[in-house]
């Protein structure tokens, strides 16, 4: 009874202790994190600077495809640094009453290359709202939402940047 006991723990915590995997690992993704070669805009700090990220470079990783290596350049006010990192995506879903849209969500680490007071690293998450068929043209939304924090660990900023401006960033669902 005791090894049958161990047996059935073992077996329950194998199967529900996998992470599930990302779906749509056969698509590419890069082009629309480089959103037609525009910047993002969104916001830096309690005084909502204005804040523009451009992704200049987008490459999915071959052995790990739910990963991107990403790079390109973060601009605050007189402040522009480039900036090297990681896109991954980590989950998809149907969106309600649009059968033909789905929603991809992900987490970002994005490393700013030169150093000083106004350089860090931006950690968050990403979402993507798209169509389900990636040949057709479509409107598609990237947001992405989390903190910056600079090198020397003493500033450190909410931070949000998008594809379009959003009505109220509040209602956005990240997960």
């Known amino acids: 009874m ?3 006991l161990l047996f059935l723990l073992f077996a329950f915590s194998i199967h529900f202790g996998q992470t599930k995997e990302f779906p749509l690992k056969n698509e590419d993704f890069s082009k629309l994190l480089m959103n037609d070669e525009t910047a993002f805009a969104g916001t830096i700090s309690t005084d909502e600077t204005v804040i523009r990220l451009r992704i200049e470079k987008a490459d999915k990783n071959p052995k790990k495809q739910e990963q991107y290596f990403v790079s390109g350049y973060s601009e605050v006010e007189d402040n522009k640094s480039p900036f090297s990192g990681e896109i991954i995506f980590t989950q998809k879903y149907n969106v309600k009453n649009e059968p033909d849209s789905m929603l991809i969500f992900g ?12 350089s860090g690293v931006f950690t968050g998450k990403v979402r993507i709202q798209t169509q389900k068929d990636q040949t057709k043209e479509n409107g598609t939304t990237l947001t992405f939402k989390g903190k910056w924090k600079n090198y020397s660990r003493n500033l450190d900023f909410d931070v949000w940047w998008a594809n379009f401006q959003p009505k109220d960033l509040s209602k956005v669902i990240f997960k």
């Open 107 to 118: 987490d970002f680490t994005l490393k700013e290359l030169d150093s000083g007071k106004h």
């Open 2 to 4: 005791k090894k049958y």
